[in-house]
């Protein structure tokens, strides 16, 4: 066989193991944007969950609704029983005052989250901090990921040839 047929049909690699790498099949872990040939990728497990906690809720809500003591416990603890001077006065006097501090520590959590996410490094399931920023790009990494940091701590060599790059490319700009 000449090297032409032997070779793939647009890499020019030889046929076999390094042609089969680039067919759509084997490759659908890549990102393919709008390509047809690579659906987007699901989430089935995260519907699952959703379905799963949604049939727990009911379930929960219907042993409420349907059994008489589960009812009267529920009611009891939460304060819904007419025992003080007005019909809602046991509920805002106990469960109904926690909604409120609820409410607050559930925002706190959210702004927390926010900014975690807002702050750390955009390689996707780094949680570091990122403070450099890749030129060119919108991302902000963590020196971890950021191919122009020193990971191991910078030498005093290394600190003082980046200055004096800087200094170089100030200098060129000014001229």
Request: charged fraction near 15%; charge should be positive.
């Amino acid at each position: 066989m000449t090297d032409a047929e032997t070779a793939g049909p647009s890499t020019g690699a030889p046929t076999g193991q390094a042609a089969a790498i680039s067919t759509p099949s084997t490759a659908s872990t890549a990102p393919h944007a709008g390509d047809p040939n690579y659906p987007p990728e699901t989430r089935a497990g995260a519907s699952v969950l959703w379905i799963v906690l949604l049939a727990v809720l009911a379930g929960t809500l219907l042993v409420i609704l349907v059994v008489g003591g589960v009812r009267h416990w529920v009611a009891l603890h939460t304060g819904i029983l007419n025992a003080g001077p007005d019909k809602y006065y046991n509920f805002w006097s106990g469960f109904g005052s926690d909604l409120g501090e609820a409410t607050l520590i559930s925002a706190v959590g959210v702004g927390l989250y926010t900014g975690m996410r807002k702050v750390n490094c955009h390689t996707k399931g780094c949680w570091r901090i990122g403070k450099h920023r890749l030129e060119g790009t919108p991302y902000v990494l963590c020196r971890h990921h950021h191919p122009g940091v020193p990971s191991k701590g910078a030498s005093h060599e290394h600190i003082l040839e980046q200055h004096r790059r800087y200094q170089e490319s100030q200098d060129s700009r000014a001229i």
